[in-house]
């Protein structure tokens, strides 16, 4: 077992109940405040803390990292060293967290340094994102798709079961959680029989993700087999893959999304590693026909993560409107990392893996505004007597995400936009 992992540990830093970020978790994250510049934190409870000061007051000693890789505006420094390396910086911050042991604890001074409230700190974007790829590997959600643009009786595209799909994305619009987006204009063809038109896009959709986020990967021309996979993911994030639906559906063809998807994607401010995550692992949806050689795996390697979506009206209550689970999805991490590796495509430190839209079984769980509105048959109502067939300007949407077993949770706090109107 991971040794920062133990359900029995206890910090004595104060953890609310129901946290998102016990001692179990420590994600990793950036931060300023006031009085300090942009540097790398751990998010513990309602607290970061400074590795950068903590580093510069001896904490962190024997570890294989300088100072500089904390004193930065990104996580990258980080990823350049490796898992083993990640590994040990959380056991070690584990190790100084936990309540039996008084090294920094007892020293009060040291303490007002490096424990920072998380109220009186601004959160940054945590990754400079070299590549972004998203892929669409819910069969649910894939299966919805098919259903309502083509045929009921063959939703399922003839590759789908055969290949983990997906496209090369955009990375400098990938924007962290609480920036505010505006709704994008572009061209659409509201009619079939007539011209198309350009203007502010009526039909802005959610999807509902999660993305991982990669380590320094092979020389380009080498593989990622699925069974070395995990050793390359660094950690995951929710993530907000905004979609404009009418602009998606006149510009798609022949090469696939690109203004419709490359305006916003909103990711969650701390990084949780894949460590964290292996109490919550679970057995992949079998899969049918049986995959390629290259993409068979062992072991475990999905991941009961519940998901949660909420849209806030301005000025108005939440209402939620979709609970999902990560655990649905066909393909996995790991299949997807080496179907990415697979013609010897290069991955760097600092990549960003979308899953996809994460759909379940129930309409419910349908991880788009396109699916539970059902393509606007089935508006969805809100708290407030109003109701929703995509998102309006001032609504803000709001995905979460936890795990949880009988001894501890740990979560990814969420990710929050709001939509303003076109500029
Ligand atoms: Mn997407």
């Not at 011209?195 to 896009?201: D, L, V």
């Not at 960003?352 to 129930?362: A, K, Y």
Request: glycine residues 8%; aromatic residues 10%; contains cysteine.
């Amino acid at each position: 077992m991971i040794k920062a992992n133990n359900p029995n540990l206890v910090s004595w830093v104060t953890v609310p109940e129901h946290s998102d970020f016990p001692i179990q978790n420590l994600p990793l994250g950036v931060f300023k405040t006031d009085q300090l510049e942009a540097r790398v934190g751990m998010r513990i409870g309602d607290s970061i803390l400074d590795l950068k000061t903590l580093h510069i007051l001896g904490y962190l000693e024997n570890l294989p990292y300088n100072v500089s890789a904390f004193d930065s505006t990104s996580l990258n420094l980080l990823m350049k060293k490796g898992k083993l390396s990640a590994r040990r910086l959380r056991d070690r911050v584990s190790d100084l967290l936990n309540l039996v042991n008084t090294e920094l604890q007892n020293n009060q001074h040291h303490v007002e340094q490096v424990l920072i409230s998380v109220s009186s700190a601004e959160v940054l974007m945590p990754i400079e994102i070299g590549d972004y790829t998203d892929f669409y590997s819910s069969k649910e959600h894939a299966t919805n798709v098919g259903t309502m643009f083509r045929d009921p009786n063959n939703a399922l595209l003839p590759n789908w079961l055969w290949i983990p799909v997906g496209y090369h994305g955009r990375s400098s619009s990938v924007i962290p959680s609480g920036q505010a987006i505006h709704r994008p204009k572009g061209q659409t063809k509201p009619n079939d029989d007539q011209a198309p038109i350009f203007g502010p896009s009526k039909m802005i959709d959610f999807e509902l993700e999660m993305a991982f986020v990669t380590f320094d990967g092979k020389a380009l021309g080498d593989t990622i087999s699925t069974a070395e996979a995990e050793d390359y993911i660094f950690g995951l994030v929710l993530f907000n893959d905004w979609s404009a639906r009418d602009i998606q559906k006149w510009e798609y063809v022949p090469l696939g999304p690109f203004l419709a998807k490359n305006f916003a994607s909103s990711i969650s401010s701390w990084i949780v590693s894949l460590d964290a995550l292996q109490p919550y692992s679970v057995d992949t949806p079998s899969q049918d026909p049986e995959v390629l050689d290259y993409l068979r795996f062992e072991g475990q390697n999905s991941y009961d993560i519940n998901l949660q979506v909420a849209i806030t009206p301005d000025s108005s209550e939440e209402t939620i409107v979709c609970n999902s689970n990560f655990k649905y999805m066909y393909w996995n991490m790991a299949q997807q990392l080496a179907h990415h590796t697979i013609n010897g495509c290069n991955i760097r430190g600092g990549d960003l893996l979308g899953s996809g839209t994460i759909s379940g079984p129930t309409p419910d769980s349908y991880g788009s505004m396109l699916e539970l509105a059902w393509k606007g048959t089935k508006p969805v109502p809100m708290s407030d007597g109003t109701e929703r067939k995509f998102i309006q300007d001032g609504d803000t949407v709001t995905m979460r995400g936890y795990c949880k077993n009988d001894k501890v949770r740990i979560g990814f706090g969420e990710v929050a936009s709001k939509l303003l109107p076109s500029k």
